[in-house]
C-alpha cells in the first residue's frame, strides 16, 4: 500500500529503530512510548487490521506471537509485558496496517480496562 505508514518502513524509505526482523514479521521501537519498553511488531505483507485478516493470514500472525516474548525479555520485560492489537475506530487503531504493540519494563504495566 504506497500510502501506508508501516509499509513505507518495511520497505526502508521511513527509519526505525529496528530491534528484529525476519522474512514474514518486523519489530521497532514506539516513536511515542508508553512504557519503558514499547514496540510495535507489523506483519511485512500488509494487512489491514484483524477485521481483514484471513485464514491465509494465520501463519504470520502466529510468527508475532512467538517472537512477543523473546523480544520483550530482550528488550528489558523479562517478567511480563502485555501484547495490544488494536483494531478499527473502536480500537483506537491509528495505523492501518495491522501491528501488535509490546508494552511492559520494571513496574506492573496497570489495568487493562477501566469499567464503564
Known sequence: ME???FCKI???LIPARKVYED?????FHDIHPARPVHLLVIPKHHITSLATATEADAP????????????????GSPDGFRL????????HQEVQHLHAHI??????????????
Not at 23 to 27: C, F, G, K, V
Open 10 to 12: 518495511v520497505a526502508g
Open 23 to 27: 522474512n514474514e514479521i518486523l519489530a
Open 3 to 5: 500510502n501506508c505508514l
Open 60 to 75: 504470520v500472525l502466529g510468527r508475532i506471537l512467538a517472537v512477543a516474548n523473546r523480544l520483550a525479555t530482550e528488550q
Open 84 to 91: 495490544i492489537i488494536n483494531t478499527g475506530p473502536i480500537g
Open 103 to 116: 508494552v511492559g519494563g520494571p513496574e506492573p504495566v496497570g489495568p487493562m480496562l477501566k469499567r464503564v
